[in-house]
């Protein structure tokens, strides 16, 4: 149960950073953390903001987003995250935002490229672009996340189209930190490809 205290704690701190770096407003976005050495894991209730975030605002479920324990909502992602989670042995969080430059830069369909060397020393692979054509990753697109793990399996993250960043890691803080170097990553290469056609 200590375990599982600190996770939730860790989860608040991440979520209340990335609501105040701006990589997520309002109520969008979630979080997650697998409950160590079980098929089960700590989420987000849906409608809640990440600015709000308290660790009695997480409900626990299984791989399939049933509930297992609290009160509240899944967020409506949670199929996703316990696909990662099942996908990936090695990832013990996810965090998804709709961040802004991620979202300008999916417009393009292209892998995000590591236009900083932050970003090639910390993310170490571009970033793949996944055109999901629907605002939740349902289980009939999971062959497209599926895809993108086969071609790399420790992708750190991928963006979704029209929707923005998810990001996985070995605990919520690095998942998050992930998630606002992605964005970072986004904006400098929006910004790179303005001062080109401006300069060039
Ligand atoms: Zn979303």
Same mark, same amino acid.
């Given at each position: 149960?200590?375990d599982?205290?600190?996770?939730?704690?860790?989860?608040?701190?991440?979520?209340?950073?990335?609501?105040?770096?701006?990589?997520?407003?309002g109520?969008?976005?979630?979080?997650?953390?697998?409950?160590p050495?079980?098929?089960?894991?700590?989420?987000?209730?849906?409608?809640?903001?990440?600015?709000?975030?308290?660790?009695?605002?997480?409900?626990?479920?299984?791989?399939?987003?049933?509930l297992?324990?609290?009160?509240?909502?899944?967020?409506?992602?949670?199929?996703?995250?316990?696909?990662l989670?099942?996908l990936?042995?090695e990832?013990?969080?996810v965090?998804?935002?709709?961040?802004?430059?991620?979202?300008?830069?999916?417009?393009?369909?292209?892998?995000?490229?590591?236009?900083?060397?932050?970003?090639?020393? /910390?993310i170490?692979t571009d970033?793949?672009? %996944?055109? @999901?054509?629907?605002? #939740? $990753?349902?289980p009939?697109?999971? *062959?497209?996340?599926?895809?993108?793990?086969? /071609?790399?399996?420790?992708?750190?993250?991928? %963006?979704? @189209?029209?929707?923005? #960043? $998810?990001?996985?890691?070995?605990? *919520?803080?690095?998942?998050?930190?992930t998630?606002?170097?992605?964005?970072?990553?986004?904006?400098?290469a929006?910004?790179?490809?303005?001062?080109?056609?401006?300069?060039?």
């Open positions: 149960m200590e599982l205290q600190l996770l939730k704690e860790q989860m608040v701190l991440a979520s209340k950073r990335a609501y105040h770096r701006g990589i997520q407003t109520s969008g976005g979630n979080i997650s953390a697998r409950v050495g079980k098929d089960l894991m700590i989420v987000k209730a849906s409608g809640s903001s990440f600015e709000d975030s308290t660790v009695d605002g997480f409900v626990i479920t299984d791989f399939d987003g049933n297992v324990e609290g009160t509240g909502k899944p967020t409506r992602e949670a199929l996703l995250h316990g696909y989670y099942r990936c042995p990832v013990n969080s965090i998804h935002c709709h961040s802004p430059y991620c979202i300008g830069w999916a417009s393009t369909r292209k892998d995000l490229p590591q236009v900083t060397w932050h970003s090639k020393l /910390k170490g970033i793949p672009a %996944i055109d @999901v054509p629907a605002p #939740v $990753v349902k009939e697109y999971f *062959p497209m996340i599926k895809d993108a793990y086969d /071609k790399h399996p420790d992708l750190p993250a991928f %963006i979704l @189209v029209d929707h923005g #960043v $998810v990001a996985v890691a070995k605990d *919520p803080i690095n998942a998050e930190h998630a606002e170097l992605i964005e970072e990553t986004a904006q400098v929006l910004l790179e490809a303005i001062a080109k056609k401006i300069i060039l």
